[in-house]
């Protein structure tokens, strides 16, 4: 061995058996044995009871009813049965108003066009066979003293005609305040009625099933 600026040259080395480790003094010493991974054993945590946990927040919203559910479902069947009556012009459904596609001005019944006064007098005299000029009941026949649908039954009331809470076929349905009225198609087994109107959507035919007790009152037609 030769001494080269205080580091060893070391020429050879002697062969160790395997395993065998070289330590200071040319002694041997036996090597660690190394555990075999595949037999340990996994290991079990234990979480102390007084360990603090975050509070999780919560999204702040509520679960929807049944009730709201169907609400939202009645909702969306009226809004897409209204869609069929405008994208179809309803003709098909029942619609024989003559001015369907009228603008804002007074019709042939001195009523303005495509609003429900105007059809359920257009209806009235439907009715009676009076299907174009000189037509039977106009304005001036019908109510002379005003001509929004909240004026109807005073107007019934000043000719002596009928007025009842039992609806016939070819009445007026009057919903008072309301300013509405629509004309008495059919009168169900049940009790409720079917009726057509105008401008309960605006300016468009539709038809609705209703207890008679939702109409505040039936105009029968008149001279009935």
Request: glycine share 8%.
């Amino acid at each position: 061995m030769a001494i080269i600026g205080g580091l060893f040259a070391v020429a050879g080395l002697p062969a160790h058996g395997q395993g065998e480790l070289l330590v200071a003094g040319g002694a041997t010493a036996q090597p660690v044995a190394v555990a075999d991974s595949s037999t340990v054993s996994a290991q079990s945590v234990t979480v102390s009871a007084d360990l603090a946990l975050p509070e999780l927040e919560r999204d702040q919203f509520e679960a929807t009813s049944p009730e709201d559910l169907e609400v939202i479902r009645q909702q969306s069947a009226i809004a897409s049965e209204n869609a069929v009556y405008a994208a179809s012009g309803a003709r098909e459904l029942g619609d024989d108003y003559p001015w369907a596609t009228g603008g804002y001005s007074l019709s042939p019944l001195n009523y303005y066009l495509r609003q429900c006064t105007d059809f359920v007098a257009w209806r009235l005299n439907r009715d009676v066979g009076s299907v174009s000029a000189p037509f039977r009941w106009a304005w001036a026949d019908l109510t002379p003293n005003g001509g929004n649908a909240s004026q109807w039954k005073a107007a019934w009331d000043a000719h002596g005609w009928t007025v009842s809470a039992t609806p016939v076929v070819g009445s007026v349905a009057w919903f008072g305040w309301e300013n509405h009225i629509a004309y008495v198609k059919t009168v169900n087994a049940d009790g409720s009625v079917l009726v057509e109107e105008y401008n309960y959507v605006n300016r468009v035919y539709g038809q609705r099933i209703l207890a008679a007790a939702d109409v505040d009152a039936f105009l029968y037609p008149p001279g009935q």
